[in-house]
C-alpha cells in the first residue's frame, strides 16, 4: 500500500485522539476523567433541539440546500456579524461549513497558495498548522509565553513576515491559552495587516466566552480598512453546547466565500440540513441559556485555577476567555512519578492518563512543550475530582 505524501506527512488532531482515548476508556469502565477536548458538558438547549425536530418532520428538510447553506441560515449568520462588526456583510458572503474547523479549512484552501506562509501565534490550536500543510502552504509559528500574556504584537509579527507571508491565523479568546486581546492590541495588529496587504483569518468561535474585565472585540470593527482582507470563522459549537451538530461557518470578502462555495460544492454538499436549523434556532433564539452556561465555566474557570495553583510546580496565568486553563507544568519535569522519569509533558500526560486516569492534551501539541492543557467544559465533581486527581499523582 502507498498511502499519499499528505496523509504521511500530517498527524492525527491529538486533541480528538486524547478525547477518543478517554472516551473509549471510560466505555470501558475505566473511571476516567476527560480534560481533553473543548466539549461543553451541557446539553444543546431544548428549544435548539426542538426547531431540529421541527425540521427533522418536515420533508423539505430531507433534501439538499445550497452548498453555503440554507438562505435563512446565511442571512441570519450576515445580519449578526454585521451588527457585531459594524460591517455591512451580505449573505453572498456567508458559507456555512461543517463546523468552525472545516471552515477554517476551506479557507485555508480558498486562500493558499504553494509555499505561502501563515503567521500562527504560538501557542495554537492544534489544526491550523496542519490545515495550512494541506493547502501546501507553510505555517510560521510566532512564539509568544508568559511573559506578553501569550499574545503577539505588530513588533513581533514583523520580524517574522517575508515576502512569502499571505496570512496571519487571529484568535481571541484564544484555544488554547485562554488569552484575550484588549482592542488597542488587537487594532494594532489589524493596522499592520492592512499596511502590508496580509489576510487575517479571524477565529471568534470563542467570541461569547470572555470572563471577569475581559471583553471580546471585533478586528474588523475596530480596522474597517482590514476587512477586505479578513476572513471570519466562527460556528455554534462551543457557544450553544453544540458541538455533535457540526455547524460552523465563514464570513468573507465575496470572492473567498464564492471560492469555498466552489469547493464545498465539489467536496461535501451542504451541511445536514437539519443541523442548519437548528443552527437558526441557536442564533436567533433566546440567549438565556448562552448566559447561564458562561456563567457555570467561569465558576469551573476559577476553581480550576485555585486547584492547579496549589500543587507545587504547577504554574499558570488566570485565562480570561474560552474554556481551557493551560499551566506549565516545566517545574515537575524531571522527578520520578509513578516509578517513571518524566522529562516532557507528553510522557507526563501519558502517566497521568495510565495512573490517575485523567486525560490532558499535552502541551507538545499546541507548539508549547512543558505546558498541558485542560479543557474545564465539564461537571463540577468531575472537575475537582481530576484536578485532585492531578495534585495527589504529583505529591
Ligand atoms: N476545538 C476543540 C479543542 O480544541 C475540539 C477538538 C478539536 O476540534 O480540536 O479541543
Redesign the pocket.
Known sequence: MSLSRRTLEMEE????AV?AKAKALKAAGEPVIGF????PDFPTPAHIVEAARTAALDPASHRYTPAAGTPALREAIATITSGYTAHDYAPEQVVVAN???HALYDIFLALIDPGDEVLIPAPY???YPEQVKLADGVPVAVPTDKSTGFRTSPEQLERLRTERTKALVFVSPS??TGAVYPPEEIAAIGRWAADHGIWVITDE?YQHLVYGEARFASLVELVPEAAERTVIAHGV??TYAM?GWRVGWAVAPLAVAKAMNKLQSQMTSNVCNIAQAAALAAITGPQDEVERMRTAFDRRRRLAVEQLRAIDGVELEEPEGAF?VFPSFEGVLGRTIAGRQVTSTLELADVLLTEAKVAV?PGEAFGAPGYA?L?YALGDDDLVEGVGRIAELLR
Open positions: 488532531s491529538p486533541t480528538m478525547t481533553g477536548a473543548g466539549e463546523g468552525g474547523k490550536w492544534v489544526s484555544n488554547p468561535i459549537a462551543k458541538t481551557y492534551v492543557r479543557s
